[in-house]
């Protein structure tokens, strides 16, 4: 089943002289979405095309419903997952316009009391744009509340109490942050003396014509159903960092918001300065360590390619249970594509989608692969590693001894834990000059993981010099994500 609105321009600039030459072919890519659906890898697909101001194409394949056999359609409205960071970044730059906020200011200062704190304890500054272009030193979180947990789920400032310990020093490294988001969200709500969803619904939807946008309970509107990965439907499920991941979008306004990026003046006169808009896709920690997607950097809510095969990209994926999206724009070009899903991990075919459709208008366009590892090698006993690091790990303000011994034969020992009451696990992992990313089994002494079946503790550390600083991240599983739940590691080379 599919539903389909193609939209014919009688006039199209001559920057598209494709358009002119002969009317765009979408057949191969409406095959490919109704393959993948007809495989069983995603419910349905939705997806627009936008061009020189107008959306050009948009459709939807397959079921927002499967139970109820309800179609998808361009105006369905799917979870964004962390698409909706480029929203949320864009709301808080309305109220900087505005004076509300100050971007260079340090964020206690619009969440008083709550406070930065690094590792030791000690008060650090963050700013606004720090939390933006995640170079604010936070850690990798994440909670999904299901079901009739979402009722006790804790709010902004509970959480950032607990988890608010910075793991960097500020404005020294890219470290993707949904709790940065969670505090955006926070002070927008603070700022603006509204509700984040009243502020987005008032100030940005409505004036961007986007009428199928929400954020979070979807209440009585047409909402696509999240499936996981074995097409299982998931219970209602919530993010406890709201302005990171809670917006609901269908194709079409998904695809009118990546307009604005491109050409604010026209179509949204005054809505916010185009100077603005530039200053988002601009690298705003330059001296910041970028080590994610090649030669990629994080703006201000989204991220930028320079060079991707001769183009310069800006896009912005989104991942969740029940949900994966990308926005992807061309702004020299001045095209803009949104892919939506309501299943769990189906970018790889979300990003094909929105390729395809970007070549269909754009035939010479050849996209690298979006790898956030790209730039990564495996362990190999590199000479910066190589040794034996002793310290600890902060969980719940207690310092739980830990060792990594980084061997000569490419393996990592890491050993945490009380005296004569160790955890003890081996693993591989990826180095990028001072980065270094890893996972073992294993589980810290916190109550998300007490009854976990198949616990996980990730590693995103940087070494500086002859200390590595970072992350130790609780996960629950691959099987279904519920947490990511980040504590400060700090070791240091024995002699």
């Not at 998931?234 to 990026?261: E, K, M, Q, V």
Request: contains cysteine; glycine residues 8%; hydrophobic residues 45%.
């Amino acid at each position: 089943m599919f539903s389909r609105c193609l939209i014919v321009l009688a006039l199209l600039s001559g920057s598209m002289c494709v358009f002119a030459q002969a009317a765009p072919d979408f057949g191969a890519v409406e095959q490919h979405a109704q393959q993948a659906i007809a495989a069983g890898k995603v419910p349905s697909l939705a997806f627009a095309l936008a061009v020189d101001g107008k959306i050009v194409y948009e459709a939807a394949f397959g079921f927002a419903d499967q139970a109820a056999q309800v179609a998808a359609t361009p105006h369905t409205a799917y979870a964004l997952a962390s698409a909706s960071k480029p929203v949320t970044a864009t709301a808080l730059m309305l109220l900087a316009e505005k004076r509300k906020v100050d971007l260079s200011a340090p964020v206690q200062k619009y969440l008083a009391p709550l406070k930065f704190r690094d590792g030791a304890g000690r008060g650090a500054a963050v700013n606004l744009e720090q939390l933006l272009s995640h170079t604010s030193g936070l850690g990798t979180y994440a909670q999904i509340h299901y079901g009739d947990a979402i009722a006790a789920a804790p709010d902004m400032v509970a959480v950032f109490r607990r988890y608010g310990v910075l793991v960097q020093k500020p404005g020294t490294v890219s470290e993707y942050s949904n709790l940065g988001y969670g505090l955006i969200g926070e002070v927008i709500q603070r700022r603006s003396g509204e509700t984040f969803e009243a502020f987005l619904a008032q100030q940005l939807f409505a004036p961007l014509q986007m009428a199928d946008s929400f954020v979070d309970t979807p209440g009585t509107r047409a909402v696509a159903v999240n499936y996981g990965v074995d097409n299982e439907v998931l219970p209602p499920l919530h993010n406890d960092t709201l302005g990171a991941g809670n917006i609901h979008s269908s194709a079409h306004d998904l695809a009118r918001f990546g307009l604005f990026h491109l050409d604010p003046a026209v179509v949204a006169p005054g809505l916010l300065k185009p100077a603005t808009v530039a200053r988002m896709q601009r690298q705003a920690q330059p001296r910041a360590f970028h080590h994610y997607y090649g030669k990629s950097y994080y703006g201000l809510g989204w991220y930028v390619r320079p060079d991707d095969n001769g183009y310069r990209v800006l896009w912005h994926e989104g991942g969740m249970p029940g949900a994966s999206s990308i926005l992807k724009l061309l702004p020299d070009q001045r095209i803009a594509v949104a892919v939506l899903a309501n299943r769990s991990e189906a970018n790889a075919i979300t990003q094909a989608i929105a390729n395809e459709l970007l070549q269909v208008v754009q035939p010479d366009y050849r996209p690298l692969p979006l790898d956030a590892v790209a730039n990564y090698q495996p362990y190999a006993a590199q000479a910066e590693f190589l040794g034996r690091w002793s310290g600890h790990v902060l969980v719940e303000g207690y310092e739980l001894p830990c060792t990594l011994e980084f061997k000569a034969d490419g393996k990592v020992q890491v050993s945490y834990g009380k005296a004569g009451a160790q955890t003890q696990a081996e693993t591989g992992g990826l180095v990028y000059r001072d980065s270094f990313i890893g996972a073992i089994p294993g589980r810290l002494p916190v109550a998300e993981q007490a009854q976990a079946a198949s616990p996980l503790l990730l590693l995103k550390l940087i070494r500086d010099g002859k200390r590595i600083n970072g992350g130790m991240v609780a996960y629950a599983s691959p099987q279904r994500l519920e947490y990511l739940l980040p504590f400060y590691l700090r070791v240091e080379r024995e002699k």
